[in-house]
Nanobody
C-alpha cells in the first residue's frame, strides 16, 4: 500500500506564490510518474503538471511559465512551486503517483489540499 500526503496549500493573494509538497510512503520501489492535478468547484479534474521517472515533464498550458514541478533526489517527494498565482488557480490540488508493483502499474491519489487565490 502507498500513501500520499500533500502539504503547503492555503490562501494567497493574486500574484503571490505557494509551494506544494507531496510525500509518498509505503511499498515503493520506483515511480513511473508523479504529478499534480486540480479540481475547482463545478469543474472536471485537470492535469496541472507531471514528471516521469525519465525526467520528462509536462504542464497544462494554463500554468506554463508560472508553475514548476520537481522531485527531490533520493526522496519520494514531489513539489509544485506556484508563482504568479491567479484567482482561476483556486482549486483542490491532488497529488498522483503511478507506481509499478510487479508487472502492474497502480495509480494512487492523495486526499487533496485547498489552494485559494484572492483577487
Amino acid at each position: 500500500q502507498v500513501q500520499l500526503e500533500e502539504s503547503g496549500g492555503g490562501l494567497v493573494q493574486a500574484g503571490g506564490s505557494l509551494r506544494l509538497s507531496c510525500a509518498a510512503s509505503g511499498s515503493i520501489d520506483s515511480f513511473e510518474a508523479m504529478g499534480w492535478y486540480r479540481q475547482a468547484p463545478g469543474k472536471e479534474r485537470e492535469l496541472v503538471a507531471r514528471i516521469r521517472s525519465s525526467g520528462d515533464i509536462i504542464y497544462a498550458d494554463s500554468v506554463k511559465g508560472r508553475f514548476t514541478i520537481s522531485r527531490a533526489a533520493g526522496k519520494n517527494t514531489v513539489y509544485l512551486q506556484m508563482s504568479g498565482l491567479k484567482p482561476e488557480d483556486t482549486a483542490v490540488y491532488l497529488c498522483n503517483a503511478d507506481i509499478p508493483h510487479g508487472i502492474l502499474l497502480y495509480g494512487y491519489w492523495g486526499q487533496g489540499i485547498q489552494v485559494t487565490v484572492s483577487s
